[in-house]
Structures are given as C-alpha cells and as structure tokens.
C-alpha cells in the first residue's frame, strides 16, 4: 500500500477520487470529481419550489405563439429589409468594437507587461500602476459605458464603438500582459546576452509564441463583441437589437423571429471562421522567423490585416463615423452637491446581497445544468442536435430579452433575472463542453461500456472525469462574467444595484450614479480576484479544457 493511501489523501477508482480522510483519521466520503460537475445543478430544486409562488400564469398563450412563430417567420420583403440594416449596423459596431479593443489592448497589454518592463528598465513598478489603473475600465460593463457615453456624446454609433472597446480593450491587455509575463524568458535572455536591443530582443523571442495564443482570443473576442453589440441595440444603441425589443414589445413573434435567425445563422457562421482560422494560425511552428523570412502563417495574418483595413473604412463609411463627433460633448444637467445623506441611506448591503446572489444562482445553473442535459440526451445523436440548436439561441439571446420574455410567466424579482442570466450562459457553457466532449479521448467511455456500464455512467466516469477541473475553472470565470452582466437585468426589472442604477440614471442623480458604479466595480474586482484563485485551483492539474480556459 502506498503512502497516499495510508495517510488517505487520495483513494481513487479510475481517475475519480471518492474518499478522503479529516485530520482526525475518520474517513470521510468525497464526491468523484465528475459528480463535482453535477453538483450546482442542485440549485435547480430551490428554483423548482420558488417558481410555482412567482408564477402568474398570464402568458402561457403567449410564450405558446412565441414558440410556434419560431416555425413561420415573417418574410415581407420592407422586414427583410429592415432586419438586413440592422444586422448591418450590429455587424459594422462588433467589427469596430473588436478592432479598436484588439489594438488598444495589444498596446496597453504590452506596457502592462512585467516582463517588458524588466528588459527596458529593469523593474517592474510601472507595470504593476498601469494593471492597477486598468483594473476600473475592465470592472464597468459595457451596457454601463454605452449608457454614461451617451448623456455625453449623444446617440450615435461611436458610442456603441466605444462602449466596447473600452471593457474589452482593458480584458485583451490583461490577457496579453498575462501571457507575455507567463512565456520562458531564456531565448530573451540569450538575445540579451547577445547584443540585441530590448526591444529587438522582445519581437524575436517573445512574438511568435505570443501571437498564436493572442489570435485566439481574439477570435473568441469577436464573438462576445457581435453579441455585446446586439445587447447594446437593445438598450437603444441601434442595429438589430433595437428591431428585436421593438419586436417583442408589439408582440410581433413572426417579425421577432426573422431577426432571430438571421441573428443565428450570422453569429454561426462567424464561429465557423473564427474557430477554422484559430485552427490554422495556432499550429505550432506557423510563425517562426526562417531563412526566407517570416514564417506562412506570418504572412497570412498580414494579409488578413490589410484585408480588413478597406473593410473597417467601408464600415465606418456605413455607419457615417466621423471623429469630429467626438470631440463635441452635450452639456450635463446643473450636478448639485451631493447628498450624503440620501447615499448612505441607500441599502447598500440588501442591494449588494441581491446582486451577489443573483449571480451564485445564475452561475450555478448555467455550469450545472449544461453538464446535466449533456448526461440526458447522449444516448440520442437527435437529442445532442437538439441541445446544439438550444445552446445556440441560449448564446444568441441577449439575456434583457429573455428577462423581458420570461415576464410572461413570471413577476419580476431576483428568480427571473437569474434564469435569464443562466439560460445566456448556459449556451456558452454547453457549447464550450459538448466540443470537448466529442474531441475528448473516449478510451475510458469505451473500456466502461464494454464492462457493461451504461451510456451515461460511461459518459459520466470516461469523458466528464477528464474534463472537470477545466469545466469547473472556466465555470468559474463565467461566473466573474455573470457578475458584471447582472447589471443587464437589474436594468429591466430584476433586482440589485443594477434597479438602483437604472432609477439613478433616469432622474439624473450623478452623486447616486457615480456612488453606485464604484460599489459595482469594486465588487466586480472582488469577484474577478475570486475567480482567479478558483480557476488557479482547478487547473492546477490540466486537463482537455485548460487551453481554452486558459485563454478565456
């Protein structure tokens, strides 16, 4: 018998671990680690007993049209138009969004950098003030940013632009300051020692490591910036979301549904060529620095670029951007003095508490549930179709809409914000684990199913053993997401400060707004400091998923 199991720290079956050992020496049973993936579907049952209470009944006729709409949209050609425009303008924000984001973000990620800070200066205290000052942009979302912008610049499309690039700008440094201070510095090192410039040394030991890894995340940065950019429209920023909320407000299910799918059928096809240009410029070796140059996927990427230059000018040219409306700022109402009373007689701590349990609950069903279905309908290639099809419109949905549409049924209140949270996100989730399932290895699946075992406790102890640490990182992150999006349905009746923001906003009281925003950021930095321990923890031993993990 080995140590490990004389002293109880682990004792394992396959590679699930079931029991464990106190500091007393009583056993004690531990869950195996796929059931770990499992357990925050148990929210499920205190939702299950909450719902019947809030339930008013009203709507089921309508949610019954809204579903049967789904199989006969609207297809007049003034709509098709119309939804054609919109797309447009949503397609033409996220493109903008995400390039102004993508080179900000390469930028300040660079200077943020602990390690480029070394090699020019020989310190790192630069470094650490810029990922200091970086910390409040990222913490603010963007529905945030697009909204205090627009009492500035008025309504125009730099705004939606700039609400993006912003947070996002912000998310992609610390990335990359992330991934430049995590490379080996010995190949710096050597180029020091050898002459080279610091900068020089930087771009030949440090850029081709980095940029595969840079290329992926800014692909999936494109992603959340079409579906950022469609969440702003629906708070009147313009493009294909305003069409959908105005649709759904009128009750027009078969107008609503032709924005829908084109919506879907937009968003699919960008993922196909982000996640087939991921695939071809991250294999290892394509940008090396050779005889003749840079390396095939170097001049691939340069091409790409230049390509995208005459498109962004087209882009800017449809959206009639002009640089100029910049500068020229709408005057403010009069800000009176603040009244310190009135803020500190706000409920802070009832209002910080629903915000936190807004989002436990909206995480937990989003990681939990996705897993749970998966272990439901695998046996069924139909049912895992299905499931794709459901996670697709769950990503597409703007969680608002959802809230919107879940009012139907339910009366507004924390319950319904986080199940419009969690079905957004459930889309992630599910999508992000049904592709690691089916690229997993499915040796273990194979070895229990020829035992005897079932589908599903082979699925569950063959492939999801694998995958739980990651899962439950990256489920980790989404939760720190799920934080900053709990403003979104706050905004439309949910409650936490996302209400109190909305109502501040509205009567135009900027002590209140500004005192509000802060509380949100600082309990954003303390969420995102939690998710970085969690995931830390979970991936301390790697598994299937910890590259994307890694790079959300």
């Known amino acids: 018998m080995s140590q490990a199991q004389i002293t109880g720290q682990t004792k394992t079956n396959g590679q699930a671990q079931i029991t464990g050992q106190d500091k007393s020496g009583r056993w004690l049973p531990r869950p195996a680690a796929p059931l770990w993936l499992l357990a925050p579907a148990l929210v499920l049952l205190p939702m299950l007993l909450l719902l019947p209470g809030l339930a008013h009944g009203g709507g089921w006729e309508l949610i019954c049209q809204f579903a049967t709409a789904a199989f006969s949209p609207s297809l007049e050609r003034p709509l098709l138009e119309s939804v054609a425009a919109g797309l447009a303008i949503t397609l033409g924000i996220a493109l903008w969004g995400w390039a102004s984001s993508l080179l900000l973000g390469l930028v300040l990620g660079v200077i943020s950098s602990r390690t480029v800070w070394r090699t020019i200066a020989g310190t790192a205290l630069p470094a650490e003030l810029i990922r200091r000052l970086l910390a409040l942009p990222r913490s603010i979302h963007e529905l945030l940013w697009g909204l205090l912008l627009l009492q500035l610049l008025g309504l125009q499309p730099a705004v939606a632009i700039l609400a993006i690039a912003i947070p996002y700008g912000a998310l992609v440094a610390r990335m990359v300051s992330d991934l430049l201070d995590a490379l080996p510095c010995a190949n710096l090192a050597a180029l020091r020692c050898a002459g080279a410039g610091p900068l020089a040394a930087l771009l030949t030991a440090q850029g081709p490591p980095l940029l595969p890894q840079v290329i992926s995340y800014g692909g999936y940065r494109l992603e959340c910036a079409l579906r950022s950019a469609t969440l702003l429209g629906v708070f009147g920023l313009g493009g294909l979301g305003a069409e959908l909320r105005l649709s759904l407000q009128s009750l027009a299910f078969h107008e609503l549904w032709t924005g829908l799918w084109v919506l879907l059928a937009a968003m699919l096809s960008l993922e196909t060529l982000t996640a087939a240009l991921r695939r071809r410029w991250a294999m290892p070796g394509r940008f090396g620095l050779g005889s003749r140059g840079v390396g095939r996927g170097g001049r691939e990427i340069l091409l790409a670029g230049l390509a995208l230059l005459p498109l962004l000018a087209i882009t800017a040219h449809g959206l009639q951007i002009e640089a100029s409306a910049l500068l020229r700022w709408q005057p403010l109402p009069p800000l009176a003095p603040a009244d310190w009373p009135a803020l500190l007689a706000l409920p802070w701590s009832q209002l910080i508490g629903q915000t936190i349990l807004l989002t436990v609950t909206a995480a937990c069903l989003a990681v939990g549930t996705a897993p749970l279905l998966l272990l439901i309908v695998w046996p069924w290639p139909w049912g895992r179709l299905l499931l794709r099809l459901l996670w697709a419109l769950g990503r597409l949905w703007p969680p608002?809409?959802?809230?919107?549409?879940?009012?139907?049924?339910?009366?507004?209140?924390?319950?319904?914000?986080?199940?419009?949270?969690?079905?957004?996100?459930?889309?992630?989730?599910?999508?992000?684990?049904?592709?690691?399932?089916?690229?997993?290895?499915?040796?273990?699946?194979?070895?229990?199913?020829?035992?005897?075992?079932?589908?599903?406790?082979?699925?569950?102890?063959?492939?999801?053993?694998?995958?739980?640490?990651?899962?439950?990182?990256?489920?980790?992150?989404?939760?720190?997401?799920?934080?900053?999006?709990?403003?979104?349905?706050?905004?439309?009746?949910?409650?936490?400060?996302?209400?109190?923001?909305?109502?501040?906003?509205?009567?135009?009281?900027?002590?209140?707004?500004?005192?509000?925003?802060?509380?949100?950021?600082?309990?954003?930095?303390?969420?995102?400091?939690?998710?970085?321990?969690?995931?830390?923890?979970w991936l301390a031993t790697p598994d299937a998923l910890s590259n994307a993990v890694r790079t959300a």
Do not use: K, M
């Open 400 to 537: 608002p809409l959802t809230a919107l549409l879940l009012l139907f049924l339910l009366q507004p209140g924390l319950l319904t914000g986080a199940l419009a949270l969690g079905l957004h996100n459930l889309g992630i989730l599910g999508r992000l684990l049904l592709e690691a399932v089916e690229t997993n290895g499915g040796g273990c699946e194979q070895a229990l199913a020829v035992s005897g075992s079932g589908q599903r406790l082979a699925l569950l102890y063959g492939r999801f053993s694998g995958l739980a640490r990651s899962y439950l990182a990256y489920g980790a992150y989404r939760a720190d997401v799920i934080l900053r999006e709990s403003v979104v349905v706050g905004l439309v009746g949910a409650t936490g400060l996302g209400s109190q923001l909305l109502e501040a906003l509205s009567s135009f009281a900027w002590d209140q707004l500004a005192a509000l925003v802060l509380a949100y950021a600082a309990l954003t930095l303390v969420g995102e400091d939690l998710s970085d321990r969690a995931r830390r923890h």
